[in-house]
């Protein structure tokens, strides 16, 4: 796996930075609005001996939105979501709850599209209509999440970790869902490139890898505090804020020769 | 002869942001004899949209309506293409998750007298009771499929049950 030391890298503002149209600022649930879900009777998928301990829940506000609520790896899930706003890439939307008046606050994931599943099931589960170059395409837009992934050191890369959203007009959007396992690494650490998923290594559209490095050079210091910070303190404690702060400011300059490295940058 | 009956309950949700009440699609049974080699017999039994007559219930997602159509055959594959030293049944939850999900696994042990399909019937009139499940022949290895009314509507859901059997040596099932 190729790494790039931060040693060898230039520090501060990122080359590139005048070349690109600076990404929107992101809309951060304030701590605040923390909402209430509660247990679901509409959607209830057998999830026992998933990793995530999750399970199906709906908000008690309206009873109209469904999602997966996991009590671990909070922080993670959120700002995954969060980080990937500024870096223009597409991850499912985690928000922050809490189930049936716990104080605990969970991730509550939430599906990419009325109907989206996992692309390792999309080919069994849709049978003959599955159009595999749609697919394709759809995993190709996607490919900057390789640049994602490699910026925020995410673990336990694989097919069932990319989701499609099957549209009705017959498009297909895809995004990355779980990261249970990001931003583990210490701010000095190299930056890796990420051994999965398979199905966006196989669809590598160096433009679109292109564009998501240039993106995550062109965040600055304070969009990533302002992410960071948004966190509740009981969910992200300050000592890991400030090492994942530092962390993600140190390796976004890393991700370019990340990616050229791998061959997948023009 | 003792047996072991286990059956996973199939549901749908048509829309996975904004949920709807969800629809009962059938169930995946599962007998097991043990008589120095384990006999498996499998069957899926439910129910599924008649493409001439659209239930409105299932929504009008062009892709979400091939799963429909075709779930009773893709599971059955699934259950077919699972490690002999691996049940089923544990492993269907892990990929059909989505909008289309096996909700429950339950089980309890049962005789040999009634055969496979009296047992999927009774469970699947008892999952879903507003559908007429009366078979017109005893199948063995074959896929049927059958419309039927509710009510007095044009029929809207065909019921389709797939039975299929392995044979496996005693020692490679855990």
């Given at each position: 796996?190729?790494?790039?030391d931060?040693s060898?890298?230039?520090?501060?503002?990122?080359?590139?930075?005048?070349?690109?149209?600076?990404?929107?600022?992101?809309?951060?649930?304030?701590?605040?609005?923390?909402?209430?879900?509660?247990?679901?009777t509409?959607?209830k998928p057998?999830?026992?001996?998933?990793?995530?301990?999750?399970?199906?829940?709906?908000?008690?506000?309206?009873?109209?939105?469904?999602?997966?609520?996991k009590?671990?790896?909070?922080w993670?899930?959120?700002?995954?979501?969060?980080?990937?706003?500024?870096?223009?890439?597409?991850?499912?939307?985690?928000?922050l709850?809490?189930?049936?008046?716990?104080?605990?606050?969970?991730a509550?994931?939430?599906?990419?599209?009325?109907?989206?599943?996992d692309?390792?099931?999309?080919?069994?589960?849709?049978?003959?209509?599955?159009?595999?170059?749609?697919?394709?395409?759809?995993?190709?837009?996607?490919?900057?999440?390789?640049?994602f992934?490699?910026?925020?050191?995410t673990?336990?890369?694989?097919?069932?970790?990319?989701?499609a959203?099957?549209?009705g007009?017959?498009?297909?959007?895809?995004?990355a869902?779980?990261?249970?396992?990001?931003?583990?690494?210490?701010?000095?650490?190299?930056v890796?490139?990420?051994?999965?998923?398979?199905?966006?290594?196989?669809?590598v559209?160096?433009?679109?890898?292109?564009?998501a490095?240039?993106?995550?050079?062109?965040?600055?210091?304070?969009?990533?505090?302002?992410?960071?910070?948004?966190l509740?303190?009981?969910v992200?404690?300050?000592?890991d804020?400030d090492?994942?702060?530092?962390?993600?400011c140190?390796?976004?300059?890393?991700?370019?020769?990340?990616?050229?490295?791998?061959?997948?940058t023009? | 002869?003792?047996?072991?009956?286990?059956?996973a309950?199939?549901?749908?949700?048509?829309?996975?942001?904004?949920?709807?009440?969800?629809?009962?699609?059938?169930?995946?049974?599962?007998?097991?004899?043990?008589?120095?080699?384990?006999?498996?017999?499998?069957?899926v039994?439910?129910?599924v949209?008649?493409?001439?007559?659209?239930?409105?219930e299932?929504?009008d997602?062009?892709?979400?309506?091939?799963?429909?159509?075709?779930?009773?055959?893709?599971?059955?594959?699934?259950?077919?293409?699972?490690?002999?030293?691996?049940?089923?049944l544990?492993?269907?939850?892990?990929?059909?998750?989505?909008?289309?999900?096996?909700?429950e696994?339950?089980?309890?042990?049962?005789?040999?007298?009634?055969?496979i399909?009296?047992l999927?019937?009774?469970?699947?009139h008892?999952?879903?009771?507003?559908?007429?499940?009366?078979?017109?022949?005893?199948?063995?290895?074959?896929?049927?499929?059958?419309f039927?009314?509710?009510?007095?509507?044009?029929?809207r859901w065909g019921?389709?049950?797939?039975?299929?059997?392995?044979?496996?040596?005693?020692?490679?099932?855990?």
């Open positions: 796996m190729e790494q790039v931060p060898s890298a230039t520090s501060g503002q990122p080359q590139q930075q005048q070349q690109v149209q600076q990404p929107p600022p992101i809309q951060v649930q304030p701590a605040a609005t923390i909402e209430d879900w509660k247990k679901t509409k959607w057998r999830l026992t001996g998933t990793a995530s301990g999750g399970s199906p829940v709906e908000d008690v506000a309206t009873g109209d939105s469904v999602g997966l609520a009590p671990r790896d909070v993670q899930e959120r700002i995954a979501y969060l980080l990937a706003q500024l870096a223009g890439v597409n991850v499912a939307e985690v928000r709850g809490r189930v049936e008046g716990s104080q605990q606050i969970h509550v994931s939430i599906a990419l599209g009325p109907v989206s599943m692309v390792a099931s999309l080919q069994s589960q849709l049978g003959p209509s599955y159009n595999q170059q749609q697919v394709e395409a759809a995993l190709r837009a996607a490919s900057g999440l390789l640049a992934h490699a910026w925020l050191g673990g336990d890369l694989k097919d069932e970790h990319v989701v959203d099957l549209r007009d017959g498009t297909v959007v895809v995004a869902i779980d990261f249970a396992s990001c931003c583990g690494w210490q701010p000095t650490d190299p890796s490139a990420p051994g999965g998923p398979g199905a966006l290594i196989s669809q559209d160096k433009a679109a890898v292109q564009a490095v240039n993106r995550i050079e062109a965040t600055t210091d304070e969009a990533i505090g302002e992410a960071v910070d948004s509740p303190d009981a992200m404690p300050k000592a804020k090492r994942v702060k530092k962390g993600l140190a390796r976004r300059a890393l991700v370019k020769n990340c990616m050229k490295n791998q061959g997948w023009p | 002869m003792n047996a072991r009956l286990r059956w309950t199939v549901e749908l949700q048509t829309d996975l942001q904004h949920a709807k009440d969800p629809v009962r699609l059938g169930i995946v049974v599962q007998r097991t004899a043990r008589n120095g080699h384990v006999r498996t017999e499998s069957m039994v439910g129910r949209p008649n493409p001439e007559s659209r239930p409105s299932v929504g997602n062009p892709a979400l309506f091939d799963m429909l159509i075709r779930w009773p055959e893709a599971i059955t594959q699934a259950v077919l293409q699972t490690p002999p030293d691996k049940d089923p544990d492993e269907l939850p892990k990929t059909w998750r989505w909008n289309i999900y096996v909700a696994i339950k089980e309890k042990p049962v005789t040999m007298d009634m055969s399909e009296e999927a019937l009774e469970l699947v008892e999952f879903i009771p507003d559908m007429q499940w009366e078979f017109s022949s005893q199948i063995e290895n074959q896929v049927a499929q059958e039927s009314s509710v009510g007095q509507d044009v029929a019921f389709e049950r797939i039975m299929r059997q392995r044979e496996l040596p005693h020692q490679s099932v855990h």
